[in-house]
C-alpha cells in the first residue's frame, strides 16, 4: 500500500540553524500538507500546498518558514532560523484529490529537536 | 471548547471491554475524521464521516455524527492491548481539500 514517507525520522540542530525536513507524498496525490505537533499539544496545520502554490497557512507559517516540491516528488518544509519553540514532530500529509470524502494521509513524522 | 475537542481526555480499560469516546467541533464542517496515533509515532487514519451521513462502521470501529449537536463519538469494540493509542478527531470545513483541525486526542490504555 502506498505511504507517505519522510526523512530523517529524527533532527538535531542548533538554534539559528537551517533544517529541511523532506517528504515524499504517495505519487497520484495533488494536495500537500505540512503539520506540526509540540510534545503533548494538539496537531497544529502549517501549511497547505496546491498546484505548486500555497493555498492555505496558518498563523505559524512565518517567514521563517517556506515549502517547495523542487522535483514532481519531494515536498519539502524549511525553517531559516530555527528557533526554540520549533521543536516538536513535523507531519507531512497528501491527498489524492479535493473532495469533501477525501482522506488526508499522513507521514510518521520528523521530530525535530532545537538545543 | 475548541473545533474538535474530545472526551474524556484519558480512558484506561480491560481487554474484551469497549472504549467510547467523543468530539465536539464548533463549526459547520464538510467531514469529521478519526486518526489513532501510537507514542510518539504517526498519524494513522481510521475512518471518515461525511457531513451528511449520521454512523459509519469499519471493523470494530462505529463512528457517529450528530452535525444538530456538532458532535462524534468513536467505539471502539472488544478492545485490544494493540488499541493502546491517542486517538484524534480532525474536522474539515469550507472548501474541500483545505486543512486539517485536530483536537487534543483521547489517550486510551487497554490493559490485559
Known amino acids: 500500500e502506498p505511504e507517505v514517507t519522510q526523512t530523517p525520522s529524527h533532527q538535531v540542530t542548533q538554534m539559528g540553524q537551517e533544517v529541511i525536513l523532506r517528504c515524499v507524498p504517495i505519487s497520484n496525490h495533488l494536495y500537500f500538507y505540512w503539520y506540526r505537533q509540540i510534545l503533548g499539544q494538539k496537531v497544529e496545520f502549517l501549511v497547505s500546498?496546491?498546484?505548486?502554490?500555497?493555498?492555505?497557512k496558518s498563523e505559524i507559517f512565518d517567514d521563517q518558514f517556506s515549502v517547495e516540491r523542487p522535483d514532481g516528488s519531494n515536498f519539502t518544509l524549511k525553517i531559516r532560523s530555527t528557533k526554540l519553540e520549533d521543536s516538536a514532530m513535523y507531519f507531512c500529509?497528501?491527498?489524492?484529490?479535493?473532495?469533501?470524502?477525501?482522506?488526508?494521509?499522513f507521514g510518521p513524522g520528523t521530530r525535530l529537536l532545537v538545543l | 471548547s475548541q473545533q474538535g475537542e474530545e472526551d474524556p481526555q484519558a480512558l484506561s480499560i480491560q481487554e474484551g471491554e469497549n472504549a467510547t469516546m467523543n468530539c465536539s467541533y464548533k463549526?459547520?464542517?464538510?467531514?469529521l475524521q478519526w486518526y489513532r496515533q501510537n507514542s510518539g509515532r504517526g498519524l494513522v487514519h481510521l475512518i471518515l464521516i461525511r457531513s451528511n451521513e449520521r454512523e459509519k462502521h469499519s471493523g470494530r470501529l462505529r463512528v457517529t455524527l450528530d452535525t444538530s449537536k456538532k458532535s462524534s463519538s468513536l467505539l471502539i469494540t472488544a478492545s485490544r492491548a494493540a488499541d493502546t493509542a491517542s486517538y484524534f478527531c480532525a474536522t474539515s470545513e469550507g472548501a474541500a481539500g483545505n486543512k486539517l483541525t485536530f483536537g487534543g486526542g483521547t489517550r486510551v490504555l487497554v490493559k490485559p
Open positions: 463549526t459547520s464542517i464538510n467531514n
Open positions: 500529509a497528501s491527498m489524492v484529490l479535493a473532495g469533501f470524502g477525501k482522506t488526508q494521509y
Open positions: 500546498f496546491y498546484n505548486n502554490e500555497i493555498s492555505e
